[in-house]
């Protein structure tokens, strides 16, 4: 069976957009025997205030860190202007109708684009309906599911979860619900973590298999 890799991400921290490429290049690699599934974790839940992108923290943190990273990876990546950030669950949500239209990658990664890109207000249900008719989505039934609350409750629970399982920065790669690895890394790590993994997991197999005989 592939290696199932859940990947805890919040659509406005700049780093879980900068582990999108470095993921998909490792997923790649193992030619099938990894499937990602990408869940939701927020930063700063409402009422948790948000970040202002003028304010020192978000101007530094760029400055050293998010710019020259992007610069080095080669992926295009702004400071996006919208004041004080906006919050994550609106999307998340989206995510969850997108998931059962089969575009949950999509999804994900024009949310960031959408945000770190385009500058868009994601927390804006107009702006996630125009991201889900660029995508392939029905924008009035995305407008609909949001603004009726039909995955809220579903994505509370998958937020509680995270933080249940102990979650508390992001990305987070979280493999066959075992092994975590927390923070940015490269596709060279990704794949030999994924390997270690699939080994461990064919010898906790082959252990239970020695144990039924």
């Not at 575009?103 to 889900?132: P, S, Y």
């Not at 599911?145 to 979860?161: E, F, K, N, P, R």
Request: charged fraction near 25%; proline fraction near 7%; hydrophobic fraction near 40%.
């Amino acid at each position: 069976m592939p290696l199932r890799v859940q990947v805890y991400s919040d659509y406005v921290c700049p780093y879980c957009f900068l582990a999108e490429g470095p993921l998909q290049e490792a997923v790649k690699r193992m030619d099938g025997r990894v499937e990602v599934e990408w869940m939701p974790f927020e930063l700063r839940p409402h009422p948790t205030p948000t970040l202002e992108p003028e304010g020192d923290y978000l101007q530094d943190g760029w400055a050293k860190s998010v710019y020259p990273m992007a610069e080095q990876m080669g992926v295009k990546i702004v400071l996006p202007s919208v004041s004080p950030q906006p919050y994550s669950r609106l999307a998340f949500e989206g995510s969850l109708f997108a998931r059962e239209q089969g575009k949950a990658d999509a999804w994900n990664h024009r949310m960031f684009t959408a945000f770190f890109q385009d500058d868009l207000d994601i927390g804006e249900i107009d702006v996630l309906a125009t991201c889900a008719e660029e995508i392939g989505l029905n924008p009035d039934a995305l407008r609909a599911a949001l603004t009726g609350g039909t995955y809220h409750d579903v994505c509370g629970d998958l937020l509680s979860q995270s933080r249940a399982i102990g979650i508390s920065s992001v990305p987070t790669f979280v493999l066959a619900e075992r092994w975590g690895i927390p923070g940015m890394t490269d596709a060279d790590t990704l794949v030999g973590a994924f390997e270690r993994a699939l080994s461990e997991l064919d010898k906790l197999d082959a252990n239970a298999n020695d144990g039924d005989a």
